[in-house]
Structure formats: C-alpha cells, structure tokens
C-alpha cells in the first residue's frame, strides 16, 4: 500500500518549488481522500495556480514524472479563473469532494445554490440514462458498467446533500443515509468495487429505472 502521506508531500515540496507563490490550492480527491483507498487506487491530486499557461502543463507533468508510482496518479490542475467561473453545479461535487492540503475551496460555494445542485441531479441522471442505454444495446461492457455505478453514486451524494443538509463523503456511509433505489444503487457499486460478479442485465435495468426516476423528478 503506498504511504500516501509521503507521496504528497514529495509533490508539495515540488510545486512549491516550481510555482512558487503562484501556487493557489492543492487537493486530494477520491478513495485516499474518503479513506476508502485499495493498493491500486488512483491518487486524485487537485492543483490550482493563480493563472495556469501551457508551459505549466509541462512542469507538472515533469514533476508527476519524477514522483513513484506515477501510473496511479491522476486529477485536476487548472487556472483560479477558470474555477471561479466555472459551472457552478459541478463545482458542488469538486468542493465536497477536495479534502485541503494547501489553500481552501469554500469560497467557491457562494455560487453553488439550490437551483445549482438541481442541475447537478438532473445533468448526472441524463448522462447516466444516455450511457446505459447505449452500452446496454452496443458496448456491453462490464467495465463501463462499473464506471456508471461509480458516476451514480455521486449523484446520490448531491441527492442526499438536498434532502439531509449534509455531504456525506465515504460511500460506506452513503449506503447508510440512502433508501430506495438510491440504496440499492450504491449498495451495487460497493459490491462490484469488492470485486463480486457483474449481474449485466439486471444492474444495467436497476441503473435505468433510477436514473430514469430522476430525469422525470427535475423540471
């Protein structure tokens, strides 16, 4: 298991190195930051610097390439301009879902509202009901059918978010504050992510019919 604490701090000590004060936010997303992560997880680094150029782009991924296990790491880095003005109903997911290492997200959630979060509902569940359709009758992959189980499960954490107030982080506690179809979908995807047998034509249908519950539920 990789000592992810080490791992960043490696990288914390290049980026400051290469960006300086231009430096603005960095962030850890995925299953290290839920405390959920397996030997193969991705390490899911969020950087923003005060204004990204193309040349940055190249220095970072020299200082990706310098650090150990580069095959699993992955994320986000991008420009404090394009964030603030970003789409606010993905901004949602990004700032719940960023544990802090430098700098802080919250700020960003002053443009995050209720009509925000609908459309991160609403946007999930159509992309969600359009990819399972056509893997159903083209693809037929088990691997993307995983990938859709995963997706799901963040739209149930904006789900939850609006009916309880909170963001629930760890999907082991997501199944627990969920009902419904909401329960039965993030209970598959811990069973797949466990590594049980994909179930394709029922799961595929499960996945349907809740998306398609939630496409008809968001004017």
Request: contains cysteine.
């Amino acid at each position: 298991m990789i000592d992810v604490k080490d791992w960043l701090s490696c990288l914390m000590v290049k980026l400051e190195e290469t960006f300086d004060e231009r430096l603005w936010f960095v962030g850890l997303q995925g299953s290290y930051a839920r405390g959920e992560a397996t030997p193969t997880s991705d390490i899911d680094v969020v950087v923003i610097l005060k204004d990204l150029t193309i040349e940055d782009l190249s220095r970072y991924g020299e200082i990706l390439d310098s650090l150990p296990h580069r095959e699993l790491s992955c994320g986000f880095i991008a420009g404090l301009q394009e964030i603030v003005h970003w789409e606010p109903s993905e901004l949602f997911q990004f700032v719940h879902d960023t544990t802090p290492i430098k700098g802080t997200l919250v700020t960003l959630l002053e443009r995050v509202d209720d009509e925000a979060i609908d459309r991160a509902i609403k946007q999930g569940a159509c992309a969600i009901y359009h990819a399972c359709v056509h893997n159903m009758l083209h693809e037929k992959s088990d691997d993307v059918l995983k990938g859709l189980y995963k997706q799901a499960c963040f739209v149930v954490q904006a789900i939850t978010y609006q009916q309880m107030g909170r963001f629930v982080t760890r999907h082991a506690d997501l199944v627990q504050c969920s009902s419904g179809l909401e329960h039965r979908v993030v209970s598959t995807f811990l069973a797949l992510k466990k590594g049980e047998s994909i179930e394709f034509q029922s799961q595929t249908e499960l996945l349907f019919q809740w998306s398609r519950k939630w496409i008809g539920s968001h004017p």
